[in-house]
Structures are given as structure tokens and as C-alpha cells.
């Protein structure tokens, strides 16, 4: 059967005590070069400059997600009746390896890139590198099982519900972890409540047990204020502009000739695909050098996003409105910047939940005491009102703050 490590590994982690590895291909995955890239990335975009201990990486928060996964397939009973062991190993290893394909900067640095983080995690999983090897090596056609999984294509649904569904491994490891991270308590909520109560019905569905409704009511309420507090945050949101907008400028100049421009940003000024070995050197370490090496570009815009990055020079924020957005482009354009780079819309909503609908497979569902289901805002008044009222949102504009009125 599976080779297992010589004895029981334990990483510490705040959130979990401790994460335990004793499949030798969990173990040597995690040791590959392409999962140690992870430690160069943090988890949260640009919410560190708001909440300056939200340091921590991709690479904490999927350790987080297989523990979590890992936990589900030993200690809940229907699940451990229900999956076979080559499912049980394919979904550990789908929780470790969920974010394998994320890029710097959160999902700023995806919106200039062609390609989506799922594709290149996908890619990572199955296009020969290291991690292919290690999974191949461990059984025949492990890759693809795994990358299926994180494709939603898996021929158990089971296994993706566990990962990616709106109450998944995923989603419990970065709440409770970001919360940590930030000081906040809003992320909080009853984890191994959570877990006393989950089952499988029809040997196809993940479901809450009825008793279990408040625990899910309050993982939801805090989904809910994370979005509002840390990942809708202004302050954030204006960092991530910044960085969009220097991007932006380096693929509209197409300018491969400056020497500051260090050939790692090649593909982005050209706008690019990004290869497989391009991709791995781009981590949070190599841009900031790149925005350093910046700072001497020849073209003044990006010299002054590269500075106001590094420095944490923000753009302010403003409600957008007819008016004040009108008062503010004027005064930009009089004091010579250029609106491209130097103005931003932004709108932000967030739905805390989102009910079935006939083809989201992510829906959370309650097994009542008669042994029926129900979706769960037909089961919680709670998640009933906050699906029937006002979408919440937050449409804001980015400026130079010395221009403000
Ligand atoms: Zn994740």
C-alpha cells in the first residue's frame, strides 16, 4: 500500500497544534522545491499593510488544509466509512496541493497574468515537474486524480466538496488563519463543532447535522466580517491597485530594453504567457527585488509606482461618486498625472453565502432530524435573512493623496 514516513512528522501551527505527516508522498511533496516556493508567497494580498502581522504564507495556510483534510478522512466516522484509501490519500494530497499554482501578491498579480492560479496549479500538478514525479512515483495516474479533484472532474464529488465547496477545508483553514494573523476575532468560529457534526448523506453529499446549524451560522457571519474588515479593506484594495497599475504601465510601454527592467518581467511588458519555469521564479522575494531594480526605471511613472510600492506610499480613497469623482479627475489632470495609472474604480460585494441554485455543486446542505435535507437557508433564519436583503458592496476610487479636496 502507500509508503509511509519512518515515524510520525509534526509541524507546529497555531491554529492547529500541531500538522501530522506520515504519507512518505505528503512528506516529499512537501519538500519539493515547488512547495518550499510557497513559504515565498503570503497568503493575503495586500492586508499586511493594514494589519502588519498578516505575514504569514501559502505555504502555512496549505499545510492548514491538508491537516484539516487529513483530520476529516481519520476522524469522522462517514467519511472514513465512505472513502477508499486511494480517495482518502488523492484528497490529502489535493488539500496540500490546492494553491501549489498562486502567484505573488494574491489575486493582483493574477489579473495581469493570461492565466488563472487553478490553471497553473493544475499545470504544476500534471506537467512533469517535480511534484508529478513524487505523485506518479507513488501510484499510477495519482497526478491526475489529485488535479481532477481541484478541477471539480473527480469521480467521487465527495473529494472536491471537502476542498472547494462553501463549507470546505479551504475556506476553514484560511478564516481561522487570517483571523489569527490580523488580530482580529471576527474570523473565529467552532471548527471542531463543525467537524462532530458533519456527515455523508446518499453517500454523496457532505452534510451539517441540524444540530450543528449555529456552528455553521457563525462560520458564515465571520466569512462575512473577514470580507468587510481584512480582505475588502481599503487600505488593501488601494496597495493592490498600486500594483496592478505598475503593471499595467510595464505592459503598455512593451519596454524590454531598460536595465531595470530585470528580465523576470520580460513576459508582463510583452504580455506574455508565463512558462512553467518563469512562473516558479516569480515569488514575493524576486518582485520585490524587480519593484527595487524599479526605482531606476526611465519612465517616471514607473519609477513613482515602484517607490510608492516600496514604500508604502498609498493612493487615498474616496466614495465614488458622480461628483466627487468629477471634482477629482479635474484636479488630477491639473496637477499633471496621468488618469490611466493614477485613478482607479474599484467595486467590491461580497455575497456571505450563496443559496443552491440548480448548478453550483457548492451549496451547504442540513440533514434534519427526520432524516430528510434541506439547503441551509431554508434551515437557518439567520443565513435566510442575509441571502433575502441588500447585497452588501463598497465602490471606492484611488488617488494620489496629496490631491485630494
Ligand atoms: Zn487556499
Redesign the pocket.
Known sequence: MYRTTDEIKVLRDPIHGYIHVSLQAVWDCINSSWFQRLRRIRQLGGANMVYHCAEHTRFA??LG?YEIVRRMVTEIPDIVSSLSEDEKVTVMLAGLL??IGHGPYSHAFEAVTVTSHEVYTCRIIEENTEITRILENTRKGLARDVADVIRHKSRNPLLSQMISSQLDA?RMD?LLRDAYFTGTTYGEFDLERIFRTLRIHDGTQLVIKESGVYAVENYIMSRYHMYWQIYYHPTARSYEYLLHALFRRLADLHDTEDPSLIPLFHPIALKQKIGLDDYFALDEYSCGYAFESLTHHQDGIVRDLALRIRDRKLFDYADSTPVTNRQLRKKLREAGFDLNYYWGKDLVSQKPYVPYTGNSDGAIWVQMRDGSTKELSNASNIVYSLIHGPVQDDNKVFFPADTQA
Open positions: 495556510h496549505s488544509v490546492h494553491d479551504d484560511y
